[in-house]
T-cell receptor
Framework: LAKTTQPISMDSYEGQEVNITCSHNNIATNDYITWYQQFPSQGPRFIIQGYKTKVTNEVASLFIPADRKSSTLSLPRVSLSDTAVYYCLVGAPNQGGKLIFGQGTELSVKP | SAVISQKPSRDICQRGTSLTIQCQVDSQVTMMFWYRQQPGQSLTLIATANQGSEATYESGFVIDKFPISRPNLTFSTLTVSNMSPEDSSIYLC????????????????FGPGTRLTVL
């Protein structure tokens, strides 16, 4: 399973765009990239998933370069409620559904 | 999304005792998973629990310590046996329910967790 590397923590202010980059140099051909968000005292929640190029939903955008060795989660105009830990995961459909969580990035949004 | 509940939400236990954590899902799902999250740490997968078969444990976790039941497609239990302070963690269950998610696959829905403190 491909290992992921993310910054341990990031600080931002309300209204700013936040970009969290994840490195996954050993990503395999069948692997997808998925991001989860975890608020304090809650279980993680799925944010976005992609295979290549760009994916956008109502919460975030995910940018994946052509070599797929990294990905960037972009949160537009963050608010205080976006303070959470963000996990980048890499995996393929044949893993039996297992999710392997890395250390995650603790995002702190300040007023 | 799938709705998952866990009981108890938290507990304080004495060392040497056991605690059984329940996980209930609002729909039938094939795959259920149990994770542990130690204070300030990321999640670690304990085991995969599929109905009708023995749970599959990850490296470092054994059935004698963490017995799991999966009697039907909406329910599972995890028991933390012979507890020690090192077992103090949050225990989370999750399910994969592709029909109700936005991801292509591997989208899991997590319960709120059970916060266990062992004295």
């Amino acid at each position: 399973l491909a290992k992921t590397t993310q910054p341990i923590s990031m600080d931002s202010y309300e209204g700013q765009e936040v970009n969290i980059t994840c490195s996954h140099n050993n990503i395999a051909t069948n692997d997808y990239i998925t991001w989860y968000q975890q608020f304090p005292s809650q279980g993680p929640r799925f944010i976005i998933q992609g295979y290549k190029t760009k994916v956008t939903n109502e919460v975030a955008s995910l940018f994946i370069p052509a070599d797929r060795k990294s990905s960037t989660l972009s949160l537009p105009r963050v608010s205080l409620s976006d303070t959470a830990v963000y996990y980048c995961l890499v995996g393929a459909p044949n893993q039996g559904g297992k999710l392997i969580f890395g250390q995650g990035t603790e995002l702190s949004v300040k007023p | 999304s799938a709705v998952i509940s866990q009981k108890p939400s938290r507990d304080i236990c004495q060392r040497g005792t056991s605690l059984t954590i329940q996980c209930q899902v609002d729909s039938q799902v094939t795959m259920m998973f149990w994770y542990r999250q130690q204070p300030g740490q990321s999640l670690t997968l304990i085991a995969t629990a599929n109905q009708g078969s023995e749970a599959t444990y990850e490296s470092g976790f054994v059935i004698d310590k963490f017995p799991i039941s999966r009697p039907n497609l909406t329910f599972s239990t995890l028991t933390v046996s012979n507890m020690s302070p090192e077992d103090s963690s949050i225990y989370l269950c999750s399910v994969e329910d592709r029909g109700r998610g936005r991801g292509s696959y591997n989208e899991q829905f997590f319960g709120p967790g059970t916060r266990l403190t062992v004295l």
